[in-house]
């Protein structure tokens, strides 16, 4: 029953590796959201989806890709590992209205890069 | 641009006591939403409660209520009856446009004093 839902919860990996979270929502919404946490507990938004369409892309390196096959699900990739990609990645939806919304968020994966 | 700020990295309170928690922000749009979330131990962000600007009223839910000061651009959180669950980040938000991009501010941590 959980609305939004990543896996994996935690990933530790090597420099140089590709990995990929995964996201899905179960909310019916139309816009989906990856935002990075940083050590500092900073949140930061990345990536905006909505209804498969790329909305907002930050200054984000290249490195970082999001895919949406549909508009329940939006995957992270990351190529090329580096350190400083250590991190909590959250993913979050929201409806898509033009007023009052708030986003709902997953419960985060914490990406450890060794 | 958008900005949040909260100045207060750091709070404590005795358990039953009330504690205010600090947040202004900075905007050019004149519709947006203000929020506060909540993150526990367990990383999961949850929502406390939301204030949509155009509303002169201040939200409240439960022992959480807000002081939506808009001339000052001012959103404190008020916690009453403190209990020890209330332990966690809390995490100022401010969202507008009809992207409903959610700019955070980096969080207040909150202790609560058996």
């Known amino acids: 029953d959980t609305a939004v839902s990543q896996t994996p919860k935690y990933l530790v990996t090597q420099m140089g590796n590709d990995k990929s979270i995964k996201c899905e929502q179960n909310?019916?919404?139309?816009?989906m959201y990856w935002y990075k946490q940083d050590s500092k507990k900073f949140l930061k938004i990345m990536f905006s989806y909505n209804n498969k369409e790329l909305i907002i892309n930050e200054t984000v390196p290249n490195r970082f890709s999001p895919k949406s096959p549909d508009k329940a699900h939006l995957n992270l990739h990351i190529n090329s590992l580096e350190l400083g990609d250590s991190a909590v990645y959250f993913c979050a939806s929201s409806p898509w209205t033009g007023g009052n919304t708030e986003a709902f968020f997953g419960q985060g994966t914490r990406l450890t890069v060794v | 641009a958008q900005t949040v700020t909260q100045s207060q990295p750091e709070m404590s309170v005795q358990e039953a006591e009330t504690v205010t928690l600090s947040c202004t922000y900075d905007t050019s749009e004149s519709d947006y939403y203000l929020f506060w979330y909540k993150q526990p131990p367990s990383r999961q962000m949850i929502l406390v409660i939301r204030?949509?600007?155009?509303?002169?009223q201040n939200a409240t839910e439960n022992r959480f209520s807000v002081n939506f000061q808009k001339a000052a651009k001012s959103f404190s959180l008020k916690i009453s009856d403190s209990q020890l669950g209330d332990a966690a980040m809390y995490f100022c938000?401010?969202?507008?446009?009809?992207?409903?991009?959610?700019?955070f501010g980096t969080g207040t941590k909150l202790q609560v004093i058996p």
């Open positions: 938000a401010q969202g507008s446009g009809g992207y409903q991009k959610v700019t």
């Open positions: 204030q949509e600007a155009y509303k002169q």
């Open positions: 909310l019916g919404h139309d816009t």
